[in-house]
């Protein structure tokens, strides 16, 4: 098969490869899109341990069944593989599994491929209205409802009464954005540097766009729930800043892994904040069925490129040369 392979630093080879050993109980999928994450960004530059090169990215992922359980199925991909029997997995927080797997780190090759194996139980079908494109987004758009469901948990006053801000207008902040209106935020404001980006914001939702210098010169404690879909210090002491007392701040993004949190102000103001990685199980389905139904917009905001082309997307993002929130790749 024909992959796009992460080779070194930087470095990215649309080259052959073998196609993916089935284990029991797993179906091959041939992949009709996946999405360019901030984690592939990351990898690439050399910058995750977990990744080592050579290595095939990617695992925001949609496509076929061509092999195993369900052949000839429309589906997307949880791309979070889990044991299953442990206590988080007993409980629903599978994607806490001490055993987990998730496409693009070994063991498992990503989804820059014309073939993936994933197990059976990840996999959701899509309705013949819905495009592998859309259904592509189910993965980075779950990552926002978790941790949208967990600052609702965490909150003391009803979602649709909080005044909420979504740090980064990427595509893990947008679906963080998306989904506050989907669980029922009304006041939702983005914070984004990349001007790039304004337009596909504003036409994905009604939500009041901002630079970071503007919510800097904003007066500390306005908003009752923060979501950092960045991660990088810089946004996390904006996120402490801006977190009224008894508030909630929701971490996403893994930009960098130090500095930025002004504990002493979160310490005396019980500002609480949550971790939030991935998805349960659960979370995927309803995203996906957010999806499906039409929750979440028109979906209309990413770029679609050929997969052959993929090492160009990765040269634009890092150039900074891209306005749309998501590139998707098509085999």
């Not at 442990?86 to 599994?97: D, E, H, Q, V």
Request: charged share 20%; hydrophobic share 45%; net charge negative.
């Amino acid at each position: 098969m024909k992959a796009l392979v992460y080779t070194a630093a930087r470095t990215l080879a649309w080259r052959d490869e073998a196609e993916p050993v089935l284990p029991p109980g797993e179906c091959l999928v041939r992949v009709e899109a996946v999405g360019i994450c901030g984690s592939d960004m990351h990898a690439f530059l050399g910058h995750d341990e977990r990744r080592p090169a050579p290595l095939i990215l990617g695992h925001e992922a949609a496509g076929v069944v061509v092999e195993g359980p369900g052949a000839g199925r429309r589906v997307t991909v949880n791309p979070l593989a889990t044991c299953g029997k442990c206590r988080a997995c007993l409980t629903g927080r599978n994607n806490l599994c001490p055993k987990r797997q998730i496409l693009s780190m070994m063991p498992r090759q990503g989804a820059f491929a014309e073939f993936i194996a994933i197990p059976a139980e990840n996999l959701v079908d899509i309705p013949d209205h819905v495009s592998f494109e859309d259904a592509c987004l189910a993965e980075p758009l779950a990552c926002g409802w978790h941790g949208v469901r967990l600052g609702g948990q965490g909150l003391d006053l009803p979602l649709g009464e909080a005044r909420c801000l979504v740090i980064g207008g990427g595509a893990i902040g947008l679906g963080a954005a998306l989904a506050l209106k989907a669980q029922g935020a009304a006041d939702i404001t983005i914070s984004e540097a990349n001007q790039r980006r304004v337009q596909a914001l504003q036409s994905a939702g009604e939500f009041r766009i901002a630079t970071p210098d503007d919510i800097t010169a904003e007066d500390p404690g306005g908003y009752d729930l923060v979501i950092d879909g960045v991660g990088f210090s810089a946004t996390r002491a904006t996120a402490s800043r801006a977190a009224r007392p008894g508030g909630v701040i929701v971490h996403i993004g893994l930009g960098d892994a130090s500095d930025g949190l002004d504990i002493r102000r979160m310490t005396l103001q019980e500002i609480t904040f949550i971790g939030a990685y991935t998805y349960t199980p659960q979370d995927f389905r309803d995203t996906a069925a957010a999806i499906f139904d039409g929750r979440l917009g028109a979906l209309d905001w990413p770029e679609v490129r050929a997969l052959k082309d993929g090492a160009q997307a990765f040269a634009d993002i890092l150039a900074g040369q891209v306005s749309a929130p998501k590139i998707i790749l098509k085999p």
